[in-house]
C-alpha cells in the first residue's frame, strides 16, 4: 500500500467539497404493470441531468435490496429535492428517496 504523509493528507482535505448522495429505493409502484416503462423515462431523466452536469455519478444498485441506486449530484441539498421531485419514477411512485450532504474530492471518478 502506497505510504500517504500527514502533510499530503491535510493538503487533500482542504480540496474536499460538498456533494448530495441521493439513495433511491423501491417504493410501492416498483415491480408493478407499467413500471417498466416509467424506469425507462427515470433513465432518460439521468442522462439529462448528467448531460448538463448536475448528476455526476450514477450507480445503479444490482442485488435484491430495496435499495435501486445510488447518485452523487454536484448541486444544493434543495436543488436535488427539486430535481428528485421531478423525476417520472419519483412522480408515478415507483421509486422514493433519500437525501444526503456529502463530502469528496473533485476529480474523483469511476475506473475507465
Not at 16 to 41: M, N, P, Q, T
Amino acid at each position: 500500500m502506497t505510504e500517504i504523509s500527514d502533510d499530503y493528507m491535510r493538503e487533500q482535505l482542504t480540496r474536499a467539497r460538498e456533494f448530495v448522495a441521493v439513495l433511491l429505493k423501491a417504493a410501492d409502484g416498483y415491480g408493478k404493470e407499467g413500471s417498466d416503462a416509467v424506469i425507462w423515462e427515470h433513465v432518460r431523466h439521468n442522462f439529462a441531468l448528467r448531460a448538463e452536469g448536475s448528476l455526476s455519478v450514477v450507480l445503479p444498485v444490482m442485488d435484491d435490496s430495496d435499495l435501486c441506486g445510488v447518485g452523487i449530484f454536484n448541486a444544493s441539498v434543495e436543488e436535488v429535492r427539486t430535481l428528485m421531485d421531478d423525476d417520472p419514477g419519483v412522480r408515478a411512485g415507483v421509486f422514493t428517496y433519500e437525501v444526503h450532504p456529502v463530502r469528496g474530492f473533485p476529480g474523483d471518478g469511476l475506473p475507465q
